[in-house]
């Protein structure tokens, strides 16, 4: 059985940070593209972040410079920390596993984990 499972996320100030963590279990890890979307009330799901199996990164625009994704094959589990985080960053944040280029609907998905930032 395939399991992602997130966690790190919680309340902080603008300007502060976040580490989150998504552990996962059921899949050869190594191999997965992984990668994080998130979700604000009212809106679509949008891409953050993501890691090829490689080690290779990719960012939204609105997270570049902010956010760093990181990967950790001897621990199935991949990261995002979230610096400067501001309002807008405030969402619920999927981690994602996928042997596609750009992940589906039915590939592997978590729970999601609540990040809000606000004074």
């Known amino acids: 059985q395939v399991q992602l499972v997130e966690s790190g996320g919680g309340l902080v100030q603008p300007g502060g940070s976040l580490r989150l963590s998504c552990a996962a279990s059921?899949?050869?890890?190594?191999?997965?593209?992984m990668g994080w979307y998130r979700q604000a009330p009212g809106n679509q799901r949008e891409v953050v972040a993501g890691?090829?199996?490689?080690?290779?990164?990719k960012y939204a625009d609105s997270v570049k410079g902010r956010f760093t994704i990181s990967r950790d094959n001897a621990k199935n589990t991949v990261y995002l920390q979230m610096n400067s985080l501001k309002p807008e960053d405030t969402a619920v944040y999927y981690c994602?596993?996928?042997?596609?280029?750009?992940?589906?609907?039915?590939?592997?998905w978590g729970q999601g984990t609540q990040v809000t930032v606000s004074s």
């Open positions: 059921g899949i050869i890890f190594s191999i997965y593209r």
């Open positions: 890691i090829t199996s490689g080690g290779s990164t």
């Open positions: 994602y596993a996928t042997l596609a280029l750009i992940p589906r609907a039915d590939d592997y």
